[in-house]
């Protein structure tokens, strides 16, 4: 898991930094430590290939691509990789404009927005807010996050048909309870995020997320990802 995550998040802050600000001159001992260091910890995780970035003060200081794709063509800066668990704050971002344009309340429940999940779920589920998903206290599990979201669906009703298996998980704490990192809390938030808003995930994070920040090579399904 630890090999899986540190190749997710290198990679994609070099598939979205390298956008940012304007490429300068960087010190030259700086940019070797930086060669090594990313060389090593290729050879560490048996990362095949990898794009990193380093951005200051709105200027991109060092860019360099090292390696293969899994299909083994050569990295490139324009390599598209999976955003991974880093989707999660861009859905944070859209269920916090849904939030200041007055169509969600942070302390109101799933049930509140989710009338099909809330109908199969337990009163407890049922009861989980807003505020709690988004902090990571709902009392799922990671390991029950990992169980249902981890099942390479790919459709557009994926995430709805994900959440409501979701319903029937039990929850390992009380809501607000503990502090437990799981992807389950981020699925039923972007089924909140397509439900106040009438728009698939994809077109919502491409209309008010990727599109305003000139996200022009993001996509958030398969179809947009190979257009891009």
Known sequence: MRK???????????????????VVEADEGMTDKVDLYMKAMMEEYQIPGLSVAIVQDGDTLFTYSY??????????SNTPFFLGSI?????????????????VDLDESIGTYLPWFAAEASSEASSITIRQLLAQTSGYSTYTGMEYSDVGAKHASALKENVRNLSHAKLTRAPGEQHQYSNA???I???VLEEVSGQSY?????????????????AADEERAIRV
């Open 189 to 191: 938030l972007g089924a």
């Open 87 to 103: 989707s999660k704050s861009m859905t944070a971002l859209g269920i916090v404009q849904l939030v200041e344009s007055g169509r």
């Open 185 to 187: 809390n981020y699925m």
């Open 202 to 218: 994809a077109d919502y994070m491409e209309q008010h997320v990727f599109g305003p920040l000139g996200m022009s090579t993001a």
């Open 4 to 22: 899986k995550w540190t190749y997710v998040v290198v990679t994609v802050l070099a598939f979205l930094l390298p956008t940012w600000g304007n």
């Open 67 to 76: 390696g293969v794709t899994a299909e083994g063509s050569t990295v490139s």
